[in-house]
């Protein structure tokens, strides 16, 4: 795969994350039963109840992996690609770059948190957590921001573009 | 070209690229604890002792697939409600979700949570092990490439953090109890990003290169 190959094709995930990104924190990511209660949950919305039950450290802890994370990544990652092929602040963007790899993965957390809750709901009527459609969006989301900083490689924010013609 | 440096340069007059940014650096022989870092990014391009730390990364990843497996044996879990219990390992969560219909979600999990950590810390430890007792085994090339693609798909320390707060969620359901499997995840957590610190990739790069 060439430079130019790799910047296509990051900038193409980065789009498709930030069309996805909508669907994955409007749409319900789980149901929650207990004892007759149904509730839906967005991405959000469980953070909110986390915050409601009193645990603030630990809504903090969600609110900055699952909501803060993804948004700074497609944010830095446009910041990134659009200034490809120029040669402003191009040291600042390899410690971007470099922070965008560390802090990546950390969205993946809502994902384990949704497998952990729904296997409680194999215990039947009394509490049962169901998995929505949000989190399918959000899943495809997160590994579409994975892909799009781990393709984009750190050399090509230091070389130019080749010239149209060629 | 001149006749110095034709055949065998002396490593004064050549030029190493930084693996990072590819920028072009004057390479030359070193001293002791010494290191060649890049003047552009600061990488670490060269170092006197290449590969020192590749016997800790082999123990690290050994070890690490060691915990690995009481992980993925144990609960990490126990939820009750009115009498009723169960048990959760981490597998437990993958059946819920293909059982549920999100099957994509749960080839997600069981990747990123089970296959991924297997499989890299395996090729860490074959790389690192042929580096260690400098023997050149077969699939070597293709350890090391997987060992760089798998990079990304490191989330057991993010699943170590999600257990944690899925007991605090689920306080609200009913009854919860921690339980050692959510501790041994850790402990393969810790043990994996170790290995990873002391695995030197641009040695075992050379290496399989046949550089040396």
Redesign the interface.
Known sequence: MTAHHRYELSKALTVAAIILYIPANFLPVMTITITGQVESLTVMGGVMELYDTGLVPVAVVVFLASVVVPAVKLVSLSWLLSLHGSDISQSRRMKVHAFLTRIGTWAMIDVFLLSILVAVGQLGILASVQAEVGALFFAVMIICTLYAADVYKTHMIWRHPLPKSQ | MSALNSSAPPSDLRWIQ?P????SLRDRQLQPHEFLCCG??GEQVKSAHPGRTMMAAWAFAMAALITLIPANMNP??I?S??G?Y?E?LII??????W??G?Q???A??FF??ILAPVLYLLSVSYVSACWTLQMRLPFMGAALRLVEAL?????LP??A??????V???????TVSWEPGSLWILATAVLTMLAIQCFDRKCAELYVEGVK
């Open positions: 930084c990072r940014c590819h920028a552009r990014c990490i879990l939820f409600v009115a009723s169960q959760n437990t969560g993958v059946e819920g979700l059982m549920q999100f994509p979600l749960g997600l999990v990123s949570a990079e990304p798909w490191n989330l993010v699943f953090i999600a257990c944690m707060v899925s605090v969620k689920l306080r609200t359901l009913g």
